[in-house]
């Protein structure tokens, strides 16, 4: 079993640029979720999608945009990188039915530098 | 802002030692879960205590729940050097999403 996939798994940008990462999960999951993790911090929540055809704002949404293309997948663009989005991204995805509710199932990330 | 936070931040204890972390949070939840996250890899999930819970257990690890102090415990007993990991807790208290704390590093010495 894949579980999460994410691509890429490394990426270096310039400042102003713009990328997205996929996410990919084959466990028939509802919800799936996008965090960003900065060193000594806990996992912020940027985005999630509690079911496909849905998208709610989370803790730090700004400069970011994301899709649910499916059930399966759920991408997150940066349309104009900054410094401050240098970070490490995580898909994860979840069989509870309410957002926050159960098991989290993540990936193994997706390292930006943003020069 | 942060609802659960970890602490200590690190640990380094012998191998074969017990090892406690705790996590305090600042509102009411739902449940709470528990997470490893080994050195570049993703979060893994460990335990999920629910609030009407008191203890739970899963092989070499205890957690605890105290809702009137708005803390956890995690336990791992005997520990190995493939505990080594970064742990974390993260709390369902606002709006149902997951906040998390900053996590406890957990060094196991051979």
């Known amino acids: 079993n894949a579980g999460v996939t994410q691509t890429p798994k490394f990426q270096v940008l310039k400042t102003g640029q713009s990328m997205t990462l996929q996410c990919a999960q084959d466990?028939?999951?509802?919800?799936m979720y996008w965090y960003r993790q900065d060193p000594g911090m806990g996992l912020r929540l940027i985005y999630y999608?509690?079911?496909?055809?849905?998208?709610d704002k989370g803790e730090v949404p700004n400069g970011y945009n994301v899709s649910r293309l499916n059930k399966r997948e759920f991408s997150l663009r940066l349309e104009s990188a900054a410094p401050s989005q240098t970070s490490v991204y995580f898909c994860?995805?979840?069989?509870?039915?309410?957002?926050?509710?159960?098991?989290?199932?993540f990936g193994e990330g997706s390292r930006l530098t943003v020069l | 802002s942060q609802q659960g936070e970890e602490d200590p931040q690190a640990l380094s204890i012998q191998e074969g030692e017990n090892a406690t972390m705790n996590c305090s949070y600042k509102?009411?939840?739902?449940?709470l879960q528990w997470y490893r996250q080994n050195s570049g890899r993703g979060l893994v999930h460990l335990i999920l205590?629910?609030?009407n819970e008191r203890e739970k257990h899963s092989g070499r690890l205890r957690v605890t729940l105290d809702t009137s102090k708005k803390s956890s415990s995690l336990l791992i007993t005997a520990s190995r050097a493939a505990d080594t990991a970064s742990y974390f807790c993260?709390?369902?208290?606002?709006?149902?999403?997951?906040?998390w704390g900053a996590g406890t590093k957990l060094i196991i010495k051979p």
């Open positions: 994860a995805s979840s069989t509870a039915d309410r957002v926050g509710a159960g098991e989290l199932f």
């Open positions: 466990m028939n999951h509802n919800s």
């Open positions: 999608s509690a079911s496909e055809g849905t998208t």
């Open positions: 509102t009411s939840i739902n449940n």
């Open positions: 205590i629910r609030s």
């Open positions: 993260a709390t369902d208290g606002r709006n149902y999403q997951l906040i």
